[in-house]
């Protein structure tokens, strides 16, 4: 019983589930921030790699130290250092942007 064909199946069946709360876990922090889903051609927004993730980036680090929350302490931040807040870069210039209660935000 079981056989190369077996193991074949279930090797496919653990990466396959390994991998699904991962991708899900992307989705969930950028719905934390405003506009993270709409940021082309960076899925990965917090990571030195935003195209693939890898190791956090200081943006990534402060999300982290902020419990995974949009705050106003985060929102004027200037994570990268390039003199614009977080929230100017994100569109919400205002720190107005919460979590699940208003996705959109006036800028």
């Known amino acids: 019983m079981g056989g190369p064909g077996l193991r074949l199946a279930s090797v496919a ?5 390994l991998a699904a709360p991962r991708a899900a876990a992307y989705k969930i ?57 977080n929230g100017q870069e994100l569109g919400d210039p205002c720190c107005e942007f919460v979590h699940r209660k208003n996705a959109v935000v006036r800028w």
């Open 29 to 85: 922090f950028q719905e934390k921030i405003p506009n993270g889903g709409n940021l082309p051609g960076v899925p990965a927004l917090g990571h030195e790699r935003p195209d693939m993730g890898g190791p956090n980036n200081d943006f990534g680090l402060d999300f982290i130290g902020a419990m995974f929350a949009w705050t106003t302490e985060f929102c004027q931040k200037d994570s990268d250092g390039d003199g614009q807040t």
């Open 13 to 17: 069946v653990a990466t396959a589930l």
